[in-house]
């Protein structure tokens, strides 16, 4: 029965929360990872860029409950997510038209064009900031738990509790939709496999006919698309504070160099394993090891190995020993 009750205790405050971190940081590595492998550098806007579609579906999901529409027990956010998709859409091809555009013209060095997109990260932040404050905001709504910790004890007859969130349960399942369906774009159309050709060789795909300008205009479509799907599931799953989304550009990055930058594949593995990571070092042993150890030898003390407040230093440590040892990542992307 301690054995049990270990396991739950260990899925509901380590691998649940995990799964669903780990999903919302696929879906912004992925975005990371083709702007990469596609227009060949790393844009620092990125973190911001999902707190400004988070914050239009903000807006919209706003809208739609002053007037009384919701979706029952899932949150209004799903119905105004499409609003926010093309807000940001338009967003980055207006920011890419009057701003990437230029350098990529002139032929400009990646560090340039990764010092540029610091200056329209500050930009972003100004603007999110700027439309809906810098404090917390909450629009989740809906039914908080699709398992509750009362239900499953009654259920199982356990002492511990397994709590899912209705947040959680949408987070994984949006991003295997998600992944789905980039995936067979780039696998099966035409234009994915014109993008597939510009990220391998641009010179060779030029003299295949590909046009370059349609290629970074799709690029830019898919990551708003996937960078306000990722922003709007964090914000329901924690909280929505612009901050926050620029602070989760570090794990962002540390996912997609640890699966390989370019590889979409590595992107979503190097997610995955960034957050358990960051999970499992930050979270307090102390009940677990209790259900597993004797009396006398149970732990007095959390076994903490890190504060949370610390779980950000997981990403960074990640990052440099990766760096360090296999730049090109796990699925051997380009190296940084």
Not at 19 to 44: D, E, K, W
Request: with cysteine; charged share 10%; aromatic share 12%.
């Amino acid at each position: 029965m301690d054995l049990l009750n270990a396991l739950v205790a260990l899925a509901n405050f380590v691998i649940v929360p995990a799964v669903a971190y780990g999903s919302q940081l696929a879906l912004g590595a992925l975005g990371v990872t083709l702007i990469y492998g596609i227009l060949r550098f790393s844009n620092f806007a990125h973190g911001d860029t999902m707190a400004f579609g988070a914050m239009v579906t903000i807006l919209a999901t706003w809208g739609l409950q002053a007037q009384g529409i919701s979706l029952g027990v899932l949150p209004t956010a799903l119905l105004a997510l499409p609003v926010g998709i093309l807000g940001t859409m338009i967003l980055m091809l207006l920011v890419d038209r009057a701003v990437y555009r230029f350098y990529r013209q002139q032929k400009a060095k990646p560090v340039i064009l990764v010092i540029v997109s610091l200056g329209v990260m500050f930009m972003m932040n100004g603007i999110v900031r700027f439309v809906i404050g810098p404090d917390d905001q909450n629009f989740a709504d809906g039914g908080r738990f699709l398992v509750s910790a009362r239900e499953f004890r009654a259920w199982s007859g356990l002492d511990e509790g397994l709590a899912i969130r209705t947040s959680q349960g949408l987070t994984v399942l949006t991003t295997v939709i998600c992944v789905a369906l980039l995936f067979w774009f780039l696998e099966r159309t035409r234009t994915g496999k014109s993008m597939r050709a510009y990220s391998d060789n641009e010179d060779l795909a030029l003299l295949s006919g590909i046009n370059p300008e349609r290629v970074v205009m799709v690029t830019w479509m898919i990551v708003a698309a996937l960078t306000t799907v990722a922003g709007v599931l964090y914000g329901l799953d924690k909280s929505f504070k612009p901050f926050t989304y620029f602070l989760l550009l570090l794990p962002m990055f540390a996912s997609a160099v640890v699966g390989g930058l370019g590889s979409p594949l590595g992107a979503i593995a190097g997610g995955f394993i960034v957050a358990f990571s960051e999970v499992t070092v930050t979270y307090a042993w102390k009940k677990v090891l209790g259900y597993l150890m004797p009396d006398p030898l149970a732990p007095s003390g959390l076994v903490q190995l890190l504060s949370t407040d610390y779980k950000f230093a997981v990403s960074f440590g990640i990052l440099v020993i990766v760096l360090l040892f296999k730049p090109t990542g796990l699925f051997k992307g380009k190296a940084v």
